[in-house]
């Protein structure tokens, strides 16, 4: 008897600012889940993460724009209603419905995209059951999927894809899941003020892979530049402009300081600039994405790890960024914010040191203790490591994951 295969919907694959989704797969495929990665796009990067090439799982790819895939489009979402009228109908009908609430006209695209993998992807797949990960359009997706084809369906909503979104269609969305996880208690808080239908709604940490991450003694001589790491998209919710003038201001203080960003996005030509008025762009090393290989041999070289999450203009926030989760396995020190769910991962003095939003001076005054108090050091390294060890392996929470999965899929 063949087992079966869970569906995953995801807006783009492979993505490498979301290794946190190709770990899950690959421990779910351990676990003995039949995958089938149902992709909204192709991969924008040219390289990838080794943890990819691990993953089993067929992938499949939607058309990802209207223009240009009109024949595709409207081909398999006749043949869907003519196979289904009564589906299709409700569907549409549902399409329509949003549209009016929402003038966004990405609604219509996912019914087609939904039309398509009903008619061209899921027959003969064995797919009995629908994920999407982001409570945004992969969701939308999943939720026409659904109505044209009676699956199941249930997702995982991170940050953004929650606090941009209206929260009626969002509360809309956790009704008709079959189950909703989410990576942060913070989250599940918010979530579960919009479900009266009494979804359930699981808190499930993303974790690392504890076995990939060593400690390495951060060993600091006297008259030796520090270096500073911060791993993040340049976005506003990262809060770059604190942590570059939380830099500037250890400079000012006479720290010699080397300061390296990983990473890229469409703030990073306002932060050049700023560096350079805040006269340390020869301390800044802009790096662009990285694969995570280089990114660890980065952390393992440097003596504190600096990141300033902050609430943007526009709601979106992070949960508990991956990257803080991987610096405290290495042994390398965390100066952030109190922002979200960052708490759940570091408490104030005793895994790192954590300052309000927005606030460069406290940064730089958290980053120059765990720089140079050495006692403090000798504190919260081992009780950070023990804190990923304990509450962060990603093998004990896809285990579960797992769990949940199989219930809902029984």
């Given amino acids: 008897m063949k087992r079966p295969v869970l569906g995953m919907i995801l807006k783009g694959y492979p993505r490498i600012s979301e290794t946190f989704i190709s770990n899950e797969i690959e421990l779910l495929e351990a676990e003995g889940?039949?995958?089938?990665?149902?992709?909204?796009?192709?991969?924008?990067?040219d390289f990838t993460h080794e943890?990819?090439?691990?993953?089993?799982?067929?992938?499949?790819?939607?058309?990802?724009?209207?223009?240009?895939?009109?024949?595709?489009?409207?081909?398999?979402?006749?043949?869907c209603a003519l196979r289904s009228p009564a589906r299709y109908?409700?569907?549409?009908?549902?399409?329509?419905?949003?549209?009016?609430?929402?003038r966004k006209a990405t609604t219509a695209k996912h019914l087609l995209q939904a039309g398509y993998l009903a008619a061209r992807v899921l027959p003969g797949s064995g797919v009995t059951h629908l994920h999407a990960h982001f409570a945004h359009s992969p969701t939308s997706v999943a939720v026409f999927t659904s109505l044209l084809t009676?699956?199941?369906?249930?997702?995982?909503?991170?940050?953004?894809?929650?606090?941009?979104?209206?929260?009626?269609?969002?509360a809309e969305k956790i009704a008709g899941a079959r189950f909703v996880a989410t990576c942060t208690g913070y989250n599940k808080e918010y979530l579960e003020k919009l479900n009266p239908s009494g979804t359930p709604i699981h808190r499930v940490y993303h974790g690392i892979d504890v076995r990939l991450f060593s400690p390495v003694a951060?060993?600091?001589?006297?008259?030796?530049?520090?270096?500073?790491?911060?791993?993040?998209r340049l976005t506003p919710k990262k809060g770059l402009p604190t942590v570059l003038r939380a830099v500037a201001e250890l400079v000012r203080r006479g720290h010699p300081v080397r300061h390296a960003i990983i990473g890229t996005g469409e703030e990073k030509e306002a932060l050049q600039a700023l560096a350079g008025e805040l006269g340390i762009s020869d301390a800044v090393e802009w790096l662009g994405v990285q694969a995570h290989e280089v990114v660890v041999e980065r952390m393992s070289r440097a003596d504190l790890f600096l990141l300033g999450c902050e609430v943007s203009g526009n709601g979106d926030r992070d949960g508990i960024p991956n990257v803080?989760?991987?610096?405290?396995?290495?042994?390398?020190?965390?100066?952030a914010t109190a922002v979200s769910a960052i708490p759940e991962l570091i408490v104030d003095g005793e895994h790192g040191l954590l300052v309000p939003p927005r606030d460069h001076l406290a940064l730089a005054g958290a980053a120059e203790r765990l720089l140079t108090d050495e006692a403090l050091r000798a504190r919260v390294i081992p009780a950070a490591l023990d804190q990923v060890r304990s509450n962060f392996d990603n093998r004990r929470l896809v285990g579960e994951l797992a769990a949940i999965f199989r219930a809902a899929m029984s």
């Fill in 33 to 45: 889940f039949n995958i089938r990665i149902l992709s909204m796009r192709h991969p924008r990067e």
């Fill in 150 to 170: 009676g699956l199941p369906y249930s997702f995982t909503a991170h940050a953004k894809d929650i606090y941009t979104q209206d929260p009626a269609r969002l």
């Fill in 89 to 102: 109908a409700g569907a549409f009908v549902e399409m329509l419905r949003r549209i009016a609430h929402t």
């Fill in 324 to 335: 803080l989760v991987e610096a405290m396995a290495m042994g390398l020190p965390v100066a």
């Fill in 51 to 79: 943890s990819v090439k691990r993953i089993k799982a067929p992938r499949h790819y939607l058309p990802e724009t209207i223009l240009g895939n009109v024949g595709r489009l409207l081909a398999a979402n006749l043949l």
């Fill in 218 to 232: 951060h060993r600091h001589a006297n008259g030796e530049t520090f270096e500073i790491l911060t791993v993040a």
